[in-house]
C-alpha cells in the first residue's frame, strides 16, 4: 500500500513517510510486504502467529524460545521454555501482535541467564557484548545479526538468538521494532535534557553509545550562526566531540575479568577511524566546498549510509583523506539541521564484531540528529540572551571603584540565579569635589531586561547629578522626577551617601532603602538612623538628608534587601543578623585594628543560607581613613591683583612644614597661573586647599560656573598658556563644576615617602 505523503520523507531520506510507532511494530516483515507499514491481513501462518482461542501456547512458540534459550545460554530444554510460557499465560483471540510481541520480551528478560538480556536504554554495554558471546562456533552466519537486545548484541550471538522474541521473522521484527521505539524515547529524552551546547552533544554520545553505535564523531559549524544571522565566508566544520566504546583495559574488578570472558579482549583497532590505543583520529577541522560530495549529502538532509554513494566522497572529505573509511553499512553520516540551515553532522561507527546497520536504523539517526540539532539551536539562542543579558548587568555596573582620597572600597555584586544574571540591584563609587565621596546603592523592582535598563538609566541619572555637587536630598528629588518621566510603575529604593575625608563627616539621604551599618574600630556595630523616606518613582515626597560622624578606622556597610531579606526571615530580622556578623567579625581580628575589607565582604555574604538567595544582592564597602588635619591647609583669598602674589607666600610655607621643598618651583608657578585665572572670573573670595596624601593636591575654587578650557595659544597672545603648563607639569588636573561655581585642581607626585609630623 503507498506510503501517506508527508514532508518528512524527504526529511529522513526514506521513500516513504514515516509512520506511527505501533504502525511500524505491526508491519509484516515476509517478503513483498512493506517493511514500515502495511495495511493488507496476514494469513493465520504469517507474521506473529495467532493464538488459539482456549488460551493454550502454540507448541512452536515453546520449540522457537527454547532454541533462543539454548543458542544463548545452551542450558534450558523445549519442554521447560514451553511450561514457562504457559504459566506467563497466552493472548486472548484478536490480541495485537505488538502487545504480544511485548509480553514475550518481558518474559525473556525474566528469565536471567537463560533468555538475551533486552536493551535498557542508555545502559552500558553487556559484558557478553563487550567479550564475546561464547566460544567461537556456537553462532555466526547472517542471522547472528539479528539481535534480541537491540543495538547491544555480541558477535556469537548464536542462531537461536533470532526466534528470542517469537516464532517466526513477525516476532523478531516486533521485539527489534519494540526495543528501537524505546531506545529513541530515552535517548531523546537525554539529549532534551541538556540546556547548552556541551550538555546537548554529551548527551547525543552518551545515548548512542554503546547501544547504538561503537563510535560516535560530531562536527559542528566553528562558528554556530545564531537566529536568523547569515554566515559570511566558507563553512567550516569543527570537531567538537567524539566517544567510544571503553577498551577492556578501562574495566576494573569484577566487570573487567566478566568483559574479558573466554574470547579474551577485542581488538578495537579493527574499529574504523580508531587506533590501538582507542583514539579517534579524524580532521579537526574540515572546510565544507561547494559543489562538493560533502556539500550534497548536507544539502539532501537525511543520513546516509556510509556506503552509499554520496557518502563514499563524503567521508573521506569530512574525516581527511589519511584516515581510513569504514566499510560496508557500519557507518552512518548524519546532517544536523536546525531550524533553517544544517549547523553540523554527526557520523556513527560499528566496528567489525557487531552486525552492520540496517535500514530501519537510518530513521533513528534522523531522530537523534532532528533532536539534536534542534536543541543546539535552542541552546545558541539561549546562550546569546544569557551573554546579552549578562553584558546588559555588567556594563551598568563599575567595572572597577575609584581609589579616592581617605576612603578605601570594596563591592559585591551577585544575582538572584546564574541562569537569570539580569537585575534591578546597583552600586556605584563617584569621586567628588575636594576629595569627597559619593556613595550610592538601590534597587529596581523586577528581575529582567527592564529593570536592568531602568537601573542603568538611574545610575546614569546619579552620576550626572553628582558631578554637580549637589546635595544628597536633592539627588533623590530628580531621581524621583526621572524614574516618574520613565513611566508611573517604575520604582526603585536607592541610599545617596557623601563622604568627606577631612571634616570626617558624611551626609546621607535614604528613599525607602536598608539603613547602612557602621563597623566602628572597637568592633561595636550599629545600624544608623536615617529617615526611611518613601521609594523613588512615588513621587510628591520630599527626602530628608542626616549628617553623621565618621571616624577614622570604621567601616560603612551599604547593601540592598536582598542582603537580609528573604521568605525565611522579614527585612529587620536580617539586619540584626547582619549586625551581629559584622561584630563577631571585628572581634575574631582583633579590636585594635578593623578587618581586611575584601575579607569581610566575603564574610558578610557567607551569613546567607541556602533559602536566603531569593533577590539580586549588591553590597558597598567603605573603608574610612579620613585625612589627618596635619594635611591639610585651606586659606580665603579676595579676589585681587595681589590674590596670586599671596597663594604663593601660602604654598610656599605649606611646603616647608611639610617638608616639601623640592616642589617648591613647580608648585608656586601652578598656583599662580590657576589662582589668576580664578581671580579674572570671580565676584567673591577664592578658595585655596592644599591636601597631602599619596600625591600633592591642590585646589581652587571660585564663584565662576564657567569651565577653563585648554587651547593652543598664538605666538602673540600675551595670554592663553597657563592651563598649558597646568598639563605639562601636572600629574592629574581637572575642572568641575559646582551648585555654587566650580573647582579647578592638579596633582603634584611626592618626591619620596611622605613625612607625616
Known amino acids: 500500500m503507498p506510503a501517506a505523503p508527508g514532508g518528512?520523507?524527504?526529511?529522513?531520506?526514506?521513500?516513504?513517510?514515516?509512520?506511527?510507532?505501533?504502525?511500524?511494530?505491526?508491519g509484516s516483515a515476509a517478503p513483498g510486504d512493506d517493511p514500515v507499514h502495511s495495511d493488507v491481513p496476514r494469513p493465520r501462518g504469517e507474521g506473529v502467529p495467532a493464538t488459539p482461542q482456549d488460551g493454550t501456547p502454540r507448541p512452536a512458540r515453546g520449540r522457537a524460545r527454547g532454541t533462543a534459550a539454548q543458542?544463548?545460554?545452551?542450558?534450558?530444554?523445549?519442554?521447560?521454555?514451553?511450561?514457562?510460557?504457559?504459566?506467563h499465560g497466552a493472548p486472548a483471540h484478536g490480541e495485537e501482535p505488538a502487545d504480544v510481541s511485548a509480553g514475550r520480551a518481558h518474559g525473556a528478560r525474566g528469565a536471567g541467564a537463560e533468555g538475551l538480556p533486552a536493551a535498557?536504554?542508555?545502559?552500558?554495554?553487556?559484558?557478553?557484548?563487550?567479550?564475546?558471546?561464547?566460544?567461537?562456533?556456537q553462532g555466526g552466519g547472517a542471522d547472528a545479526a539479528a539481535p534480541a537486545a537491540y543495538g547491544i548484541q555480541g558477535a556469537g550471538a548464536g542462531e537461536g538468538a533470532v526466534g528470542a522474541a517469537g516464532p517466526g521473522p513477525d516476532g523478531g521484527v516486533a521485539r527489534r521494532e519494540g526495543d528501537r521505539l524505546r531506545f529513541v524515547g530515552a535517548a531523546t529524552r537525554r539529549i532534551a535534557r541538556g540546556i547548552d551546547l556541551d550538555e546537548i552533544v554529551l548527551g547525543l554520545c552518551r545515548a548512542t553509545v554503546p547501544t547504538f553505535s561503537d563510535a560516535i564523531l560530531v562536527y559542528l559549524r566553528d562558528p554556530l550562526p545564531v537566529g536568523d544571522e547569515r554566515p559570511v565566508g566558507p563553512v567550516v566544520l569543527r570537531l567538537r566531540r567524539t566517544d567510544r566504546l571503553r577498551p577492556i583495559d578501562d574495566l576494573t574488578g569484577a566487570e573487567g575479568a566478566g568483559a574479558a570472558g573466554g574470547a579474551g579482549e577485542l581488538d578495537f583497532s579493527q574499529l574504523p577511524l580508531v587506533g590501538p590505543q582507542g583514539d579517534l583520529p579524524a580532521a579537526e577541522l574540515c572546510e565544507i566546498r561547494p559543489g562538493g560530495a560533502l556539500a550534497e549529502v548536507l544539502r539532501g538532509v537525511r543520513p546516509v549510509f556510509g556506503s552509499a554513494a554520496g557518502a563514499k566522497d563524503a567521508l573521506p572529505e569530512l574525516l581527511?583523506?589519511?584516515?581510513?573509511?569504514?566499510?560496508?553499512?557500519?557507518?552512518?553520516?548524519?546532517?544536523?539541521?536546525?531550524?533553517?540551515r544544517v549547523i553540523?553532522?554527526?557520523?556513527?561507527?560499528?566496528?567489525?564484531?557487531?552486525?552492520?546497520?540496517?535500514?530501519?536504523d537510518l530513521l533513528v539517526a534522523a531522530q537523534l540528529a532532528t533532536h539534536t540539532a534542534l536543541g543546539i539551536?535552542?541552546?545558541?539562542?539561549?546562550?546569546?540572551e544569557a551573554y546579552i543579558a549578562d553584558e546588559l548587568q555588567r556594563t551598568m555596573l563599575p567595572d572597577s571603584l575609584p581609589q579616592p582620597t581617605g576612603v578605601r572600597l570594596a563591592s559585591r555584586y551577585l544575582p538572584a540565579a546564574e541562569t537569570a544574571r539580569v537585575g534591578g540591584d546597583w552600586y556605584d563609587a563617584i569621586p567628588l569635589p575636594g576629595s569627597r565621596v559619593a556613595l550610592v546603592v538601590g534597587d529596581v523592582m523586577g528581575h529582567s531586561m527592564t529593570s536592568a535598563a531602568i537601573m542603568g538609566q538611574l545610575r546614569t541619572t546619579a552620576q550626572t547629578l553628582a558631578q554637580l555637587d549637589l546635595p544628597p536630598a536633592e539627588v533623590l528629588h530628580h531621581l524621583d522626577e526621572q524614574a516618574q518621566r520613565l513611566g508611573s510603575d517604575r520604582m526603585a529604593t536607592c541610599l545617596y551617601a557623601v563622604y568627606d575625608p577631612v571634616s570626617h563627616r558624611i551626609t546621607i539621604a535614604n528613599a525607602g532603602h536598608p539603613p547602612p551599618v557602621l563597623l566602628h574600630l572597637g568592633g561595636r556595630a550599629e545600624v544608623l538612623r536615617v529617615p526611611p523616606g518613601a521609594p523613588i518613582g512615588v513621587g510628591g515626597v520630599d527626602f530628608e538628608a542626616v549628617e553623621l560622624d565618621a571616624p577614622a578606622g570604621a567601616t560603612l556597610l551599604l547593601y540592598t534587601d536582598g542582603l537580609v531579606e528573604s521568605r525565611l526571615r522579614d527585612v529587620w530580622t536580617g539586619i540584626e543578623q547582619l549586625r551581629e556578623r559584622l561584630a563577631t567579625t571585628a572581634q575574631l581580628t582583633g579590636l585594635d585594628h578593623p578587618p581586611p575589607l575584601e575579607a569581610l565582604c566575603d564574610d558578610v555574604l557567607d551569613m546567607l543560607g541556602p533559602g536566603d538567595r531569593d533577590d539580586d544582592i549588591a553590597l558597598l564597602a567603605a573603608r574610612f581613613d579620613g585625612i589627618a588635619p596635619s594635611d591639610v591647609?585651606?586659606?580665603?583669598?579676595?579676589?585681587?591683583?595681589?590674590?596670586?602674589?599671596?597663594?604663593?607666600?601660602?604654598?610656599?610655607?605649606?611646603?616647608?612644614?611639610?617638608?616639601l621643598e623640592e616642589l617648591q618651583d613647580s608648585l608656586e608657578l601652578l598656583v599662580s597661573e590657576v589662582v589668576?585665572?580664578?581671580?579674572?572670573?570671580?565676584?567673591?573670595?577664592?578658595?585655596?586647599?592644599?591636601?597631602?596624601?599619596?600625591?600633592?593636591?591642590c585646589e581652587v575654587g571660585d564663584d565662576s560656573p564657567q569651565l577653563p578650557r585648554q587651547r593652543r595659544a598664538r605666538e602673540t597672545d600675551e595670554g592663553g598658556r597657563g592651563l598649558f603648563l597646568v598639563n605639562r607639569m601636572a600629574r592629574r588636573w581637572g575642572a568641575t563644576r559646582l551648585s555654587s561655581g566650580k573647582v579647578v585642581w592638579f596633582e603634584l607626585p611626592l618626591p619620596g615617602p611622605p613625612d607625616r609630623r
Open 8 to 26: 518528512c520523507a524527504e526529511e529522513l531520506g526514506h521513500g516513504k513517510a514515516p509512520v506511527p510507532a505501533a504502525e511500524a511494530v505491526r
Open 120 to 137: 535498557v536504554p542508555g545502559a552500558s554495554r553487556p559484558r557478553e557484548a563487550l567479550a564475546g558471546a561464547g566460544p567461537a562456533g
Open 344 to 360: 553540523g553532522s554527526a557520523v556513527f561507527l560499528r566496528s567489525p564484531e557487531r552486525p552492520a546497520f540496517e535500514q530501519n
Open 377 to 384: 539551536d535552542k541552546a545558541v539562542l539561549y546562550g546569546r
Open 320 to 340: 581527511g583523506s589519511e584516515h581510513p573509511v569504514p566499510r560496508g553499512q557500519r557507518a552512518i553520516l548524519a546532517p544536523l539541521r536546525g531550524r533553517r
Open 633 to 659: 591647609a585651606y586659606w580665603f583669598l579676595d579676589p585681587e591683583e595681589t590674590a596670586p602674589g599671596r597663594a604663593r607666600r601660602f604654598a610656599r610655607r605649606a611646603l616647608t612644614r611639610w617638608g
Open 71 to 87: 543458542g544463548a545460554a545452551g542450558r534450558r530444554g523445549r519442554d521447560g521454555e514451553a511450561a514457562r510460557n504457559a504459566a
Open 676 to 697: 589668576t585665572n580664578a581671580v579674572r572670573y570671580a565676584e567673591r573670595p577664592v578658595t585655596l586647599r592644599l591636601l597631602r596624601t599619596d600625591v600633592l593636591r
